[in-house]
C-alpha cells in the first residue's frame, strides 16, 4: 500500500520548488551514462525500478532540480527510508557489479544530502 501511495507524491515535494505538472518516473542514475551499458540499464527499469525510479513531479523533472546533486541524494535517502537501508544497498551492490568503469558511489551521493531537505527522510 505504501508503494502505491508513493507513486502518487513527490519525492522531492516541498524543497525548493511548488510541485505540479503530474508525475513521472525519474532515473537516479543519469540515463545518458545508462544508455551505454545496456545491462545496468535493464537492470534499473526492470530488476530494482523500485529503488532506481522514484516519483518526481513534473515540475522537479523538466525543470531538472531532479537532476541536481542535492536532490540526487534526497532520491536515494527517501528510498532508503521506504525500503530499507540494507536493502537498497545491496541492490546497489548487485547494479555496481553490472556497470562498466567505476560505478557511482552511493555514499559520495548521500553525502551532497542538503540542510533543507524534507524532515520526512532526515
Known sequence: MTELWRQYTCALAGWRH???????RHHLVNLSKLRSNAQAKGFVERRAFEVFLPTVCGAANISRLADTKEAQAILLRERMVLLGEDYVRGVWKKFSALWTGSAPDIDAILAFLPDDAPRVIQ
Open 18 to 24: 511548488t510541485c505540479s505538472l503530474g508525475y513521472h
